[in-house]
């Protein structure tokens, strides 16, 4: 069946999501420096001035794609029942959803996820840590610095010179991020257990 063909001059119709999506797809394809407004334009047939009746810059473009990204890589994330297994969780999922996203790496690096949004979609994990009596102050220090560490990981991995078909390169890496996040949970759970 053929699609009927669109009015000339009307261009598609645009909304946050389209733009959102499209920007995704070429962060995949090409990285940070490739998501310009007129390269987004083009990519959605119409001309960049269009896009800002949607979204004020390129800043904000931005935010709104990293905050897509972050609910997307904890969209099948369950948290475990203790705080310390939903910490370690919370890291594998948000590492595993990078390493299958190797050019959004630098920019979920450098462009924080909106507090509110993070909060939302990590509800599961604070409520474990508030389960345990856990401070929320405390709470905030441990999910950030495993986040962060995750972020650093992934981004020296991804950067590296390494093959990614190189198994060796692959196992040196996994059981680096397993090494590292295991002495940060475990560091969590004495600090967090003697300020009880």
């Known amino acids: 069946m053929t699609q009927a063909?669109?009015?000339?001059?009307?261009?598609?119709?645009?909304?946050?999501?389209?733009?959102?999506?499209?920007?995704?797809?070429?962060?995949?394809?090409?990285?940070?420096?490739?998501?310009?407004?007129?390269?987004?334009?083009?990519?959605?047939?119409?001309?960049a001035m269009s896009l800002y009746r949607h979204v004020p810059n390129r800043d904000a473009l931005v935010a709104k794609v990293v905050d897509h990204l972050f609910a997307e890589a904890m969209a099948g994330y369950t948290p475990q029942a203790d705080w310390p297994r939903a910490l370690a969780g919370f890291a594998t999922a948000y590492r595993r959803f990078l390493l299958a996203h190797p050019r959004a790496v630098p920019l979920l690096a450098t462009h924080p996820v909106d507090v509110r949004l993070g909060t939302e979609l990590l509800t599961g994990l604070l409520a474990r840590f508030e389960a345990a009596g856990v401070p929320a102050a405390d709470t905030v220090n441990a999910v950030q610095s495993v986040a962060v560490y995750v972020l650093g990981h992934t981004l020296a991995q991804v950067g590296s010179t390494a093959e990614t078909h190189d198994q060796d390169a692959l196992?040196?890496?996994?059981?680096?991020?397993?090494?590292?996040?295991?002495?940060?949970?475990?560091?969590?759970?004495?600090?967090?257990?003697?300020?009880?």
């Open 5 to 47: 063909p669109r009015r000339a001059g009307r261009p598609p119709v645009l909304t946050v999501e389209r733009i959102v999506a499209a920007a995704v797809g070429i962060l995949d394809a090409e990285g940070p420096d490739a998501l310009t407004m007129r390269r987004l334009g083009a990519d959605l047939g119409v001309a």
């Open 171 to 196: 196992r040196f890496y996994d059981q680096w991020f397993v090494a590292g996040l295991g002495a940060m949970v475990s560091g969590f759970e004495r600090q967090l257990a003697t300020a009880d």
